[in-house]
């Protein structure tokens, strides 16, 4: 049972536009959310997160959209570069859980941004 | 300020055979988790150390083990090695305390194949 799902395995964007990366959640539990990008042969790295008590964080080029009600979350990347083509995760946990902190990932998409 | 740091980079190993993969997580970091990533399964939580103690484990057979040191690094363990351990493995670093998350910091892993 898959509790994070990113449902579009790859995503091709033109360098300069709006590359939009989405994520689906089942676990109301959730409160917090992260993105990550991972090159090949490389671990992932933070990109951006959301507490689930804001429907909206942004940081540079980077804005996250949380949508509660849908259990839904967006990545909006503007603009889009060439450099920005990787997989992207988004991870899931329960911040306040004093039994320990697991993140709960997403199969990632493949975004190619191309020249 | 270094980051995390896993070693061996890359591991070939048999059928049957057990390994051991070393995690050396940010200076001042408690909390070292362990993920699997395979293409199929994605990334997926195996277990978190916090103070030498495992907080958290995920849905994996208990081939796979792990422990921490009191300088918080972390190794992990699988015993009687399947070819469907071939993965790369993830450590991951935070300065999570009990009940608050934050995001982690993840190394480059250890690319295992078992043979």
């Known amino acids: 049972d898959q509790q994070v799902k990113q449902n579009s395995p790859s995503l091709s964007v033109q360098e300069g536009r709006i590359s939009i990366l989405n994520c689906d959640y089942t676990?109301?539990?959730?409160?917090?959310f992260l993105w990550y990008k991972k090159y090949p042969a490389e671990g992932p790295t933070f990109l951006i997160s959301?507490?689930?008590?804001?429907d909206k964080n942004e940081d540079g080029r980077f804005t996250v959209f949380l949508n509660k009600s849908a259990k839904h979350l967006s990545l909006h990347i503007v603009p889009s570069q060439p450099g920005d083509s990787a997989v992207y995760f988004c991870?899931?946990?329960?911040?306040?859980?004093?039994?320990?902190?697991?993140?709960?990932f997403g199969g990632g998409t493949r975004l190619m941004v191309k020249p | 300020k270094a980051g995390v740091t896993q070693t061996p980079r890359y591991l070939i190993k048999t059928r049957g055979q057990q390994v051991t993969l070393s995690c050396s997580p940010i200076s001042g970091h408690r909390s070292v988790s362990w993920y699997q990533q395979t293409p199929g399964q994605g990334l997926q939580f195996l277990f978190e150390?916090?103070?030498?103690?495992?907080?958290n484990k995920g849905n994996f057979p208990g081939r796979f083990s792990g422990r921490q040191f009191s300088n918080s690094r972390s190794e992990m363990n699988v015993s009687t090695l399947e070819l469907g351990d071939s993965a790369l493995y993830l450590c991951?670093?935070?300065?999570?305390?009990?009940?608050?998350?934050?995001?982690?910091?993840f190394g480059q892993g250890t690319r295992l194949t078992v043979v």
């Open positions: 959301i507490s689930s008590i804001k």
């Open positions: 991870a899931a946990c329960i911040s306040n859980n004093n039994a320990g902190n697991m993140l709960t």
């Open positions: 991951a670093s935070s300065p999570w305390g009990a009940r608050l998350s934050t995001e982690a910091f």
């Open positions: 150390y916090f103070s030498e103690t495992q907080r």
């Open positions: 676990n109301s539990m959730f409160d917090y």
